[in-house]
């Protein structure tokens, strides 16, 4: 079974520019989250999915990111204009939805640096 | 608000020891826990998963306990490797299919 996939792996921008990341989630898993991990920290929510409708979307800095899952499948983050303190790793999960057994997987990440 | 807490930060031991990780999270109604393992540049990869009704997990050399009414977990890792080296990560989840909250991981170091 394929795992979750994201690209670009790594991307390096300057202050201001945009930049945008992809995720596939595991085939059949309806639920597709984006989680921010800053250096030294761990992963922090910024956006959740349940096909296509957001769950919780309250942590994400809407004056500047984005993010959209069309047709309940892949998805993407975009940020715009990007800041020094974005610069992280973005980590895609995806889980499956009921069952009373709901384990996250996630994607390699994408390791952002903003200069 | 969920806060969940690991130590150590750091850990260094020796090849072939056994080691314990723990977690403690301040809200005691959460629907599982999980256990992951992050290598350097590496995405999360999921260890162990404990549902709020069990007390415990097993796979290979780890077990992880779970204590809900304390707020603590425990990682427990049998006879450590170098290949062992890693950072791991505690996770709560609230409630069924909810985001995951995190601690800031334990970075373990096996010396050969």
């Known amino acids: 079974e394929a795992g979750v996939a994201q690209s670009p792996r790594y991307k390096i921008i300057e202050k201001r520019q945009s930049v945008a990341f992809w995720c596939n989630p595991i085939s059949g898993h309806a639920t597709l989250y984006w989680y921010q991990q800053i250096l030294g920290q761990g992963p922090k929510l910024l956006i959740q999915?349940?096909?296509?409708?957001?769950?919780?979307d309250s942590q994400l800095p809407k004056d500047r990111f984005s993010a959209e899952r069309l047709k309940g499948v892949d998805s993407t983050l975009k940020i715009q204009p990007a800041k020094l303190e974005d610069s992280a790793v973005y980590l895609c999960a995806s889980s499956l939805d009921g069952g009373g057994f709901v384990e996250q997987f996630f994607g390699p990440g994408t390791r952002l640096t903003v200069l | 608000k969920q806060e969940v807490t690991q130590i150590p930060a750091a850990l260094s031991v020796p090849e072939g020891e056994n080691l314990v990780l723990n977690c403690s999270f301040t809200d005691s109604a959460i629907y599982n826990l999980q256990w992951f393992r992050q290598d350097p540049g590496k995405g999360l990869t999921s260890l162990l998963l404990?549902?709020?009704?069990?007390r415990e997990q097993t796979s290979g050399r780890l077990n992880a306990s779970l204590d809900k009414s304390s707020g603590r977990s425990t990682l427990y890792i049998a006879a450590s490797q170098p290949g062992d080296s890693a950072t791991y990560l505690c996770a709560v989840a609230p409630g069924e299919g909810t985001a995951l909250i995190f601690g800031k991981g334990t970075t373990l170091s096996v010396s050969s």
């Open positions: 404990i549902q709020s009704s069990q």
């Open positions: 999915f349940q096909n296509n409708g957001v769950v919780d």
